[in-house]
């Protein structure tokens, strides 16, 4: 780490009073912690997109705001949509208006290194948040251990091809973004458990592409056109539940469905629902709630100018080889004998899970028997709101 991280982080305090959001729908709400807000400087945090996964919407933005809110620091939330001008315009907005902290999930590597060297310039301490920036020397990367996400749907995938005593299964590969280092980070980790058996010739390596920008329609072209040229395939690797739903609805098509294990990951509603039809092998669960509270944890820490503790990992940057000091979590695979578990946690409601069309798969897993948490609170503006800022009580 940078000796003269905090040295730089006191540089250019200005005050943190109220401030118009970039984004097109915003709104500021009144901080409930017991922290006074004037002894920490503002935290900017850009989420992605809403696209590649319906997480950056709902999950993210509701447990960063709430975490920020409960610490009585004010926080500039925003997300890019995926559009790399917007990111590097909300970024060049929040170091201007004096963040002493700026937390990042990049759309690309580019993109992200670009902002971290103008947030480094202006003396601001970052973060990496579930993705890592190639070569762009973030102080701090908060995420999940994303190679053992993807040993986890590999082995997966190999326990459902196992189950359903499919012999030498041709597998085919729907990768996420090949700009995401998380995505080479899943294959790694699903190539690890796979590779083997295609060595051996107990699996067949079907084919094998990237998903650019995790884009689910995309996806759906690229697994239709696989499902073309080799009809053999009796087994899918995707990536996350976005792109595992766009290969199910492919193989609805072709009356495969249910037949042909598919993979996924995030524990989305969608993915959940697939998985209790049958349709879908098993998801990764990461608890979302957890990795917010750490990125939060570790901002508020820089924000009040103290050494965070709890970045007790390292990874090794890939590009620069730099170390970076890390928060890794341990996901958890979820197959229908345990989707109760994500209900159990509150990432997703009984209620949104269990609609008329899955109530008797609910009641075979287990999970209608689940007590429902208290309903969350409305939140302001449009189900994907853009940004927010949140700050101290008055």
Do not use: H
């Not at 001008?85 to 990042?104: N, Y």
């Not at 996400?149 to 189950?163: A, I, M, P, R």
């Not at 993979?263 to 509603?269: E, I, L, M, R």
Request: with cysteine.
């Amino acid at each position: 780490m940078r000796k003269g991280l905090f040295a730089l982080a006191a540089v250019g305090l200005v005050a943190t009073g109220g401030m118009a959001a970039c984004g097109t729908e915003s709104g500021t709400t009144p901080g409930s912690g017991t922290n006074a807000g004037s002894s920490a400087g503002k935290v900017g945090v850009i989420l992605p997109d809403t696209k590649s996964s319906a997480r950056w919407a709902t999950a993210d933005f509701k447990y960063l705001t709430e975490a920020f809110k409960t610490a009585g620091v004010t926080a500039d939330i925003q997300n890019a949509e995926g559009d790399k001008t917007r990111f590097a315009t909300i970024a060049d907005g929040m170091i201007a208006s004096g963040v002493k902290v700026l937390v990042i999930v990049n759309l690309d590597s580019g993109t992200g290194k670009a902002v971290l060297e103008k947030a480094k310039a202006a003396g601001i301490a970052t973060i990496d948040y579930d993705r890592l920036t190639l070569g762009g020397g973030a102080n701090y990367y908060v995420s999940f251990d994303n190679t053992e996400v993807g040993k986890l749907q590999g082995q997966g995938l190999v326990d459902c091809l196992t189950e359903k005593k499919v012999t030498k299964p041709v597998v085919a590969y729907l990768n996420g973004s090949p700009t995401d280092n998380n995505a080479t980070l899943f294959k790694q980790g699903y190539d690890s458990v796979l590779k083997p058996k295609f060595d051996s010739g107990e699996y067949v390596k079907g084919p094998d592409q990237d998903v650019p920008e995790w884009d689910n329609a995309t996806g759906g072209t690229i697994f239709e056109q696989q499902l073309t040229q080799d009809k053999t395939i009796t087994g899918v690797l995707a990536a996350n539940d976005g792109l595992g739903n766009a290969a199910i609805q492919v193989l609805k098509k072709n009356k495969l469905n249910g037949t042909v294990p598919v993979t996924g990951q995030d524990a989305t509603v969608q993915g959940l629902q697939n998985i209790l039809a049958g349709d879908q092998c098993m998801t990764v669960y990461k608890a979302i709630k957890k990795e917010a509270d750490a990125a939060a944890e570790l901002a508020i820490a820089l924000a009040k100018q103290k050494e965070p503790a709890t970045a007790t990992k390292t990874v090794t940057d890939p590009e620069s080889k730099a170390e970076v000091k890390s928060v890794l979590l341990a996901p958890q695979a979820i197959t229908a004998a345990n989707v109760k578990d994500v209900v159990k946690d509150g990432f997703v409601t009984k209620e949104e899970l269990c609609t008329a069309d899955f109530k008797a798969a609910c009641d075979r897993a287990g999970v209608n028997v689940l007590g429902s948490p208290a309903p969350a609170p409305p939140r302001r503006g449009w189900a994907a709101p853009e940004s927010v800022v949140t700050g101290p009580s008055p």
